[in-house]
């Protein structure tokens, strides 16, 4: 299930969301059989050849609305959709007065005008033959948009009461309230003592307060305090940087405490059969970013300052090639691993005064068997929370479904599966990557299911997506998509870069897939079949077997 805010976990529809794709394949052309008109698929017909024939359901009359919930606020001031079941697939319906399409089933889909504000309800009717059923769906509306003259005249009015004082904006005036000069430290996660040295935690760090995810940093790094906002700490990285951290993470030490000094000196590249270390020996844990750029990694560390003369390469391993550093500001250093091949994975840890960057070293591959003896971790997404179709199929289901047909199939092909779940029982969705991180996973892939954020065209906007983050995930993205097209006929909605949980882990390619929509009446019906489970997860083992088959064969 993907959601309009990253991160976010909210309830009901499911996770789709409005960002903008990068395209794996050409999407189907509108008159193409494979990629039904919206007109077409408005009226009932098929969104993919895989799908079977929606079944036919010839119960009592019950309306029923899954989405919007009642009394949900509409985040849309133009249209939205509305979708549920009626119990019958030979009556009809009328939303507000217009027909709407009912698949045999009973399910329901439509995209129809927000209510007005004197009526804020959809009134369903479902008739079939002297039997009519009726609901009265109440909903709330978001508040009349400005019109552009207020707009205009209050921009005037403020001008003309200024009196020719400019407020600093509220960022500044922010800062000024909230900055202490005193120099107060703050440990993230605890004192460095009490925090252990090999964790799979992170203390999170964001550009702005409730902001997106950007920094991952080790528990017991000790920063200086610069600020307040609610329950966000603002901490200094260095001179040039400073980030926002969640208050319960930020611990403050007693007054007069002294911010660590932290320099790198000789640093030794070490091997071991399946990664290679980069030590890098300094007196405390620092702020760091580690960035990917072709067959090199980068790794930054702030409120640092670099003396490295000697790098001791151990056992002349052909793995790294060189590691070239330059101190970019007066408390920033930079190191760049040059590798042979791009990388795999990569983890960082903190071991008794060394500042570990751990390069996994890629799998070989056998081309003939390409998953022999690798793990792969299969995540089927939820719960908590997911998605409901119109019938009310929920998405941790389906997904469990999906997953152990996957783990099936990888199994054949030769891999060890690690299932993150296999019952209904719930999965902490912080839990999901460090499981995949302890059974020392090649490979991480979350099934999801996918529906719409309020105020998008479900007939003009779906199809199979898949999701990445990390730069070394691309290529396993690109060719899970093309798996997931080819077997389950849906329009490609493409690949994204987004920045989910189960997306984030750097230890082994990870991915999330959005194989269909469960918001999509024939989708969803799809999804409760044998067949269409089997399409899903048969494209997924495709893409990966094709992934893993590509990977360059020099260790």
């Known amino acids: 299930m993907r959601l309009t805010s990253i991160g976010a976990l909210l309830l009901v529809v499911g996770c789709g969301g409005s960002l903008q794709p990068i395209s794996s394949t050409p999407a189907p052309a509108a008159g193409d059989a494979r990629a039904p008109s ?32 009642a009394n949900a606020l509409i985040q849309s001031r133009d249209s939205n959709f509305i979708f549920g079941s009626i119990g019958n697939g030979n009556a009809s319906l009328t939303i507000n007065g217009t027909p709407v399409h009912v698949w045999p089933n009973g399910a329901y889909l439509a995209w129809l005008p927000v209510p007005p504000a004197d009526a804020p309800r959809y009134d369903l009717v479902a008739t079939l033959g002297a039997d009519t059923a009726r609901l009265t769906h109440s909903v709330r509306l978001l508040p009349p948009a400005p019109s552009a ?60 307060p409730r902001g997106t995810y950007k920094w991952f940093l080790l528990p017991g ?63 405390a844990r620092p702020a760091y970013a ?34 070239e550093w330059m101190q970019e500001t007066s408390d920033r250093a930079r190191y760049t691993v040059h590798l042979r091949q791009r990388p795999f994975g990569y983890l960082v840890l903190w071991d008794n005064g060394r500042f570990v960057l751990r390069l996994r070293r890629t799998p070989a591959i056998d081309s003939h068997r390409p998953l022999s003896g690798l793990t792969i971790a299969v995540d089927p997404g939820h719960p908590p929370i997911g998605a409901t179709g119109p019938t009310g199929l929920w998405e941790p289901q389906a997904t469990l479904w999906v997953g152990e047909r996957l783990a099936a199939m990888l199994r054949e092909r030769g891999a060890t599966v690690y299932m993150t779940r296999t019952t209904m029982d719930p999965v902490a969705l912080g839990d999901r990557p460090t499981m995949a991180r ?18 998008i ?12 983050f990390h730069p070394q995930a691309e290529p396993l993205a690109r060719a899970v998509q093309r798996g997931l097209v080819a077997r389950l006929e849906l329009p490609d909605h493409g690949i994204f870069y987004d920045n989910l949980a189960l997306a984030r882990p750097t230890w082994m390619p990870s991915i999330l897939c959005e194989g269909a929509f469960l918001m999509m009446p024939d989708q969803e019906a799809g999804l409760r079949t044998p067949q269409f ?12 077997e094709e992934y893993f088959r590509g990977l360059p064969a020099d260790r």
């Open 438 to 455: 302890r059974a020392n996973a090649h490979l991480l892939v979350s099934v999801h299911l996918n529906a719409l954020p309020d105020g």
């Open 290 to 323: 580690v960035e990917e750029s072709g067959s090199d990694v980068i790794l930054t560390l702030y409120g640092t300052r670099a003396t490295t003369d000697i790098i001791n390469y151990a056992g002349n391993d052909p793995m790294v090639r060189t590691v």
């Open 149 to 208: 003259d207020s707009a205009v005249r209050d921009s005037l009015e403020a001008d003309s009461t200024a009196a020719d004082t400019i407020p600093p904006p509220a960022d500044t005036v922010r800062q000024r309230l909230t900055v202490d000069t005193s120099a107060v430290f703050v440990a993230l996660g605890g004192v460095p003592d009490s925090v252990p040295a090999d964790t799979d935690r992170v203390i999170i760090g964001r550009p702005v």
């Open 533 to 544: 489970q089997d399409a899903y997860a048969r494209g997924i083992a495709d893409g990966i």
């Open 221 to 283: 790094t000790v920063l200086r305090e610069v600020g307040r906002d609610g329950d966000f700490v603002k901490v200094r990285l260095d001179g040039a940087l400073d980030i926002w951290v969640a208050a319960s993470d930020a611990v403050a030490l007693p007054a007069g405490a002294t911010g660590p000094v932290r320099v790198v000196g000789n640093a030794r590249v070490v091997p071991a059969p399946d990664y290679i270390d980069l030590m890098l020996p300094m007196g």
């Open 38 to 69: 919206p007109e077409a698929l408005a009226a009932g017909a098929p969104s993919s050849l895989a799908l079977p024939p929606v079944p036919l359901v010839t119960g009592p009359l019950t309306p029923r609305v899954v989405y919007p919930t």
């Open 457 to 468: 065209n479900p007939f003009r906007a779906q199809g199979s997506g898949t999701y990445f």
